[in-house]
Nanobody
Framework: QVQLVESGGGSVQAGGSLRLSCVASGLTYTIYWMAWFRQAPGNGKEREGVAAIAIGGGSTFYSDSVKGRFTLSQDNDENTLHLQMNSLKPEDTGMYYC??????????????WGQGTQVTVSS
């Protein structure tokens, strides 16, 4: 059974930093995409992809809105994916979800999702 468990969300002031973590278990694929998505409060639109990495491949992608501020990293065992978020802005506020086995930033393509962790950035 695949599980994705996020942690690290919280409330910070603009300009601050947070580090999100996603611990994955039960994934048996050799190469697959993992990504972080976010959904702003009251936003009924599809979740916005912010960062994605090809596990087993190494390619990374960042949305234009976070490029230069957010950085993906993995633990050596490759079971934990981190998202370091610096220079946070109020527009970064939202529920952040970890997802696995899908196509880069296409939310509906992802097979597995975590429960989400809330990030709130105040001005």
């Amino acid at each position: 059974q695949v599980q994705l468990v996020e942690s690290g969300g919280g409330s910070v002031q603009a300009g601050g930093s947070l580090r999100l973590s996603c611990v994955a278990s039960g994934l048996t694929y050799t190469i697959y995409w993992m990504a972080w998505f976010r959904q702003a409060p009251g936003n009924g639109k599809e979740r916005e992809g912010v960062a994605a990495i090809a596990i087993g491949g190494g390619s990374t992608f960042y949305s234009d809105s976070v490029k230069g501020r957010f950085t993906l990293s993995q633990d050596n065992d490759e079971n934990t994916l981190h998202l370091q978020m610096n220079s946070l802005k109020p527009e970064d506020t939202g529920m952040y979800y970890c997802a696995a086995v899908g196509a880069v930033f296409v939310a509906r393509s992802y097979k597995y999702w975590g429960q989400g962790t809330q990030v709130t950035v105040s001005s």
